[in-house]
């Protein structure tokens, strides 16, 4: 059974004194501070393909510098192509080797296109990126894979209590994100404690769920269009913010396995709809006998 999930969170400020042991740090060569990490939390290094650009140099002295404090290093993510795992692929194979010298945990990235038997064995972690759209289709069977060959699994942009939930409920074993940036340190680390403490408390565990690719129409069906109302900005996910599907719905993902615990209510089996239990057994009101008698109030 795995650990608990873990939130890396991508910031340079001192976390220590304000944050819960399920929050470690997200770091990068462009991130700023090591406190934390120098402090003992849990890490992950990012490439920062998505930040601006890759400098193999600038990297690579970057990680040379993370290594006093390899002892607590999930990942190093070897650089990846976005929305592209041909080429990815080909990063891999070139870099694999230079960056496995350094003796860290080496992370793959999935990206679109990415298919079950492709997954470099040698990889340490594998790591969920892609879009939006795709990650909605393949994303749990791709971690279900990654767990099946007894790696630990990791997906990125995980920025709201819904992803954190989704995840929790799969074969996911951290996440990152850049919500403190959204909103400040102290108002993200209060908001993401509470929804690590929420994926605490689970009726399933990820080997009990069945999960299976969804049908692009299916998938298209339930992508977000709107921006929901009433959320505050900076607390919406990217894909909501983009007005792309959110990383996961559950409920059309996957269906729990016979050999699952069953719903304390009862019932035939339980289906995921949205989170919530849709075979629950519905109470049959019973008609008075001949000789009750009925309060006043009420009424049949």
Known sequence: MRDKMLYLAATGSDIEARAGEHVGIMTSPNSGSRQSIELGRWWGSDCDVLAGGFDEDNYFNHIEKMMPYADKCLFCVIPDVPGDAEHTRILWEHSVRQYGELSLPL?????????LEDLPEEADVFFLGGTDEWRERYGAVMLERGAALGKR????????????KAL???????????????????HGLKDVGGWMAQTQARLFHPDDIKVSVLPAELTNAHRKKHVPAGRRKGRLDVGEMSGEASLF????????????????????????????????????????????????????
Request: aromatic fraction near 4%; proline fraction near 5%; glycine fraction near 10%.
């Open 168 to 186: 929790a409920m799969l074969h996911c074993d951290s996440v990152d994100g850049t919500y403190l940036a959204f909103c400040g340190v102290d």
């Open 249 to 300: 719905d559950v409920g059309q993902q996957v269906k729990v396995q016979a050999s699952a615990p069953q719903p304390l209510f009862g019932g035939e089996g339980l289906q995921l709809l949205g989170g919530r239990p849709v075979t629950r057994r519905k109470r049959q009101r019973r008609a008075p006998a001949a000789s009750q008698t009925l309060p006043r109030s009420v009424a049949l």
């Open 153 to 164: 699994t990791h997906v990125g942009r995980v920025n709201s209590a819904r992803r954190v």
């Open 107 to 115: 992370a793959y990235v999935m990206q679109d296109g990415s298919h």
